[in-house]
C-alpha cells in the first residue's frame, strides 16, 4: 500500500463529509511521511467529494458540538481545499423526467435552507 501511495498523483475519497478530519490528517501525515515531502499531502492532489449539507461524522454517545469539531471543516487542511460546485444534475437531464426533476428541485432546496419551517412547531413541511 505504502508503494501504491508514494506512485500515486491523485487520490479520489467519496463521501469525505461524513469521514472524521483525523482520517484526512493522518492520510496528510502519511503521504508526507512516504514522500518525504513537506508540503501539504507531499504534494498529492486530494480529490475530496462529498455533500456537506447531509450529514456530519457520527461520534457514538457525542453532542452537536463534539460532531462540528470533527468534521473535515474544522481540520487545519481546510484551508487548503480548493471548493468547487457541481450544479447540474445530469441524470435528471439525460432522462427529461419531470417528476425526478421537481424532486432534485426540492432536494436542493432543503439542502440550500430554503423550505420554510413553521413558527409555532418548528416543522418543516414540503409537498
Excluded at 461520534?59 to 481546510?78: F, G, H, M, Q, V
Excluded at 439525460?94 to 435552507?113: M, P, R, V, Y
Aim: hydrophobic share 40%; net charge positive.
Amino acid at each position: 500500500m505504502a508503494k501504491v501511495l508514494s506512485a500515486s498523483n491523485t487520490i479520489i475519497w467519496d463521501e469525505c463529509a461524513v469521514a472524521h478530519k483525523r482520517a484526512s490528517e493522518a492520510l496528510n501525515r502519511t503521504l508526507r511521511g512516504l514522500r518525504n515531502d513537506s508540503r501539504c499531502s507531499g504534494d498529492a492532489m486530494i480529490l475530496l467529494s462529498g455533500d456537506f449539507r447531509q450529514t456530519l461524522p457520527l461520534i457514538p454517545r457525542s453532542t452537536a458540538a463534539d460532531e462540528i469539531i470533527t468534521c473535515l471543516k474544522s481540520s487545519n487542511l481546510w484551508r487548503y481545499v480548493k471548493k468547487l460546485q457541481l450544479t447540474t444534475n445530469i441524470e435528471v437531464g439525460l432522462l427529461n423526467d419531470t417528476s425526478a426533476k421537481n424532486f432534485s428541485e426540492q432536494l436542493l432546496t432543503i439542502g440550500n435552507g430554503r423550505v420554510p419551517v413553521d413558527e409555532s412547531s418548528g416543522l418543516t413541511s414540503f409537498p
